[in-house]
């Protein structure tokens, strides 16, 4: 299984009675392609940012690709993440004033990989990411080529596992059906499994399974 | 890597940096500038005079005797007998002695009359002797030697002939506009107030006192070399102001400054110069302690300053930090990317403000020895500026620690 969550709870330490999540089981196995659907603010990111390690679950068992989070301090929840998950949000994703180059590298040094420039150079150019826009602070080129970037900083530690965080949701339909296309061939390729987490249910088609985060989540039930 | 993110995100923030670097440059240059001028006078101060074992004049107060007799300020509160000099001078302990008399002045800048020894012993700084940049001692009583600063700031050259008054203002009543003085030598600078002196023959002094007038008058005008040898017997002078003593053997100064001071045919006093220096330059250590609290006020100043812009921006940066901990970096990578950003900034201001005191130095270096009679060197790195400059990356350390806590705290929370 590549997650699996048992009896999960979780509040924000600034209102510990306001349960946002309460998942009693929910899985996702090795290289399963799964798209989550819900609306904004129903505790999404809150669930992705549990599953990276951002977060630590008040109780239950939150294990990614065979390893307990729960039971990890915080310093080897940073390297786990570093490691193993890739993460791509709706923005944001990059450091506006370096360049591309700079943005893979820095992902890469919180891991433990080796890896040449040569990697990320290849990288790029199997995102469509012409030469000349390389050395520009990536806060100059456009949209879709930052989130283009973006796939490649997260896959430059070939994570087992790829969280994406409403990846198009900035983008225009074109650049929005590119962008898929050239993740869902990278996942495919690389065989990650993809958590891929919208409130764009047209989306739903380019994967395997379709989940709504209202029936993950029971929290809204209970109280 | 690490380095590399710091500087750019500097550059990303080019406008509140630089307004930061140029404010902290501003305080470093103010702060070193204050200790480099205050260790460079204080040098020179404690340079005016450095041969002389004893300074002795007329029963008063140290810092009075020192401050006319060396530094040429105030007025002397009685002048010596000739003979009392000439005693001590011929005690054997005494290797040589410097005869001052002063009074008199010649626009402005003060004329001592002394003997040829002033050229021989009187030394300065590190026992540097008095040198000449053009011409040679006083041979003759019309004869005048200028310092350096006078000479400059009022066109002399050698060979002008000056008139000197009697009293001390510029514009003095009794002018003795009759004698005519000639300059035979121009001195060296020296950095002391040798330089603004107008330097005559004791017999100089005299003749500016007698009603010279009739001799003149009574050969036609002119006065031959006959009758200024015959003036010269006339011209033994009668008093002095002060005198510098050399002594044989340092360790026989006690003894003869005792001696003097219990001399009983006339009340004398006799400093060691260095003793009273320092004592002098204890008298402005308030003023220099001031200066130093003020400059060290404007570089906390600044240091808040830098606080206040990095702590703003780290709620700019609130993505970029979210960012760098989801690919995986720790919160204190947080701590230190802010911190070494606050040393680089620091590190900045402190190259311009260096580089920008060189520089106002390197300017302002001539104005300050002409006017002021101030020789500032160059050499801003001292030991204590050393000192001053981590002081300034320690504080610099300090301050930025609020605004790294605030980073690593919010990248602790993760949200």
């Not at chain 1, 495919?188 to 395997?208: I, K, W």
């Not at chain 2, 107008?198 to 070399?225: C, K």
Request: hydrophobic share 45%; glycine share 8%; aromatic share 8%.
């Amino acid at each position: 299984m590549a997650i699996q969550l048992n009896d999960v709870r979780f509040a924000y330490p600034e209102a510990p009675n306001d349960c946002v999540l309460n998942i009693k089981s929910w899985s996702v196995s090795d290289q399963e392609h799964v798209f989550v659907h819900g609306p904004s603010g129903g505790g999404k990111s809150t669930l992705l940012n549990l599953l990276s390690g951002m977060l630590d679950a008040n109780a239950g068992q939150v294990n990614v690709l065979g390893q307990r989070l729960d039971s990890m301090g915080a310093r080897q929840r940073d390297h786990f993440r570093a490691n193993h998950i890739g993460y791509i949000f709706q923005q944001f994703n990059l450091v506006p004033y370096i360049d591309a180059i700079d943005n893979i590298q820095l992902a890469h040094q919180f891991s433990n990989q080796q890896s040449l420039s040569d990697e990320i150079k290849s990288l790029l150019s199997s995102f469509h990411i012409p030469q000349s826009e390389w050395h520009k602070p990536v806060g100059r080129l456009s949209i879709g080529q930052q989130q283009r970037i973006a796939i490649a900083r997260a896959m430059i530690n070939k994570p087992e596992l790829l969280i994406a965080d409403e990846p198009t949701s900035s983008l225009d339909h074109n650049n929005r059906d590119n962008f898929m296309s050239e993740l869902m061939a990278m996942v495919s390729e690389h065989r990650v499994t993809l958590l891929f987490v919208s409130h764009d249910m047209s989306l739903a088609n380019y994967f395997g399974r379709t989940d709504a985060f209202s029936e993950i989540n029971t929290s809204g039930e209970h109280n | 890597m690490f380095f590399r993110l710091a500087v750019k995100s500097l550059l990303n923030r080019k406008g509140s940096i630089m307004l930061t670097i140029m404010a902290m440059a501003v305080s470093i240059f103010v702060l070193l500038g204050v200790e480099h001028i205050r260790g460079q006078s204080k040098q020179s101060f404690n340079s005016t005079v450095s041969g002389a074992d004893l300074i002795v004049g007329a029963r008063t107060g140290s810092m009075n005797l020192l401050l006319y007799s060396v530094f040429r300020m105030g007025s002397p509160t009685n002048n010596i007998d000739w003979q009392t000099y000439q005693n001590i001078s011929a005690n054997p302990k005494v290797a040589w002695a410097i005869p001052i008399s002063l009074g008199d002045s010649h626009k402005g800048f003060r004329v001592m009359g002394t003997t040829t020894d002033y050229f021989t012993y009187f030394s300065y700084g590190k026992k540097r002797q008095l040198s000449f940049s053009k011409g040679k001692p006083f041979e003759q009583v019309f004869d005048v030697v200028l310092g350096a600063q006078v000479a400059k700031k009022l066109n002399y050259t050698l060979g002008a002939n000056i008139i000197l008054a009697h009293g001390l203002g510029k514009t003095s009543f009794s002018m003795h506009d009759q004698s005519p003085f000639k300059v035979v030598g121009i001195l060296a600078p020296t950095g002391t107030p040798v330089d603004q002196t107008v330097h005559v023959s004791l017999q100089g002094i005299e003749a500016v006192h007698i009603d010279w007038q009739q001799i003149a008058n009574m050969s036609g005008g002119a006065v031959s070399q006959k009758q200024i040898q015959a003036l010269e017997l006339e011209l033994e002078p009668k008093t002095i102001t002060a005198f510098m003593l050399g002594l044989t053997s340092r360790m026989n100064t006690f003894r003869v400054q005792r001696d003097i001071n219990n001399y009983s045919n006339e009340p004398l006093t006799a400093i060691l110069p260095g003793v009273a220096l320092a004592e002098l330059w204890q008298m402005m250590g308030l003023l220099e302690n001031t200066l130093r609290l003020i400059s060290g006020l404007i570089l906390v100043a600044a240091l808040l300053g830098l606080s206040a812009m990095m702590l703003a921006s780290i709620r700019e940066r609130k993505y970029e930090i979210h960012l760098l901990r989801v690919i995986g970096a720790p919160p204190w990578f947080l701590f230190f990317l802010v911190e070494l950003e606050a040393l680089l900034v620091s590190f900045v201001s402190m190259l311009v403000g260096i580089t920008g005191l060189y520089l106002s130095l390197l300017i302002a270096g001539d104005v300050l020895s002409t006017d002021f009679g101030m020789h500032i060197g160059l050499n801003i790195l001292s030991f204590n500026n050393v000192l001053f400059l981590l002081l300034v990356a320690g504080s610099t350390v300090i301050a930025a620690a609020i605004p790294s806590f605030m980073a690593y705290k919010s990248a602790s929370i993760g949200r």
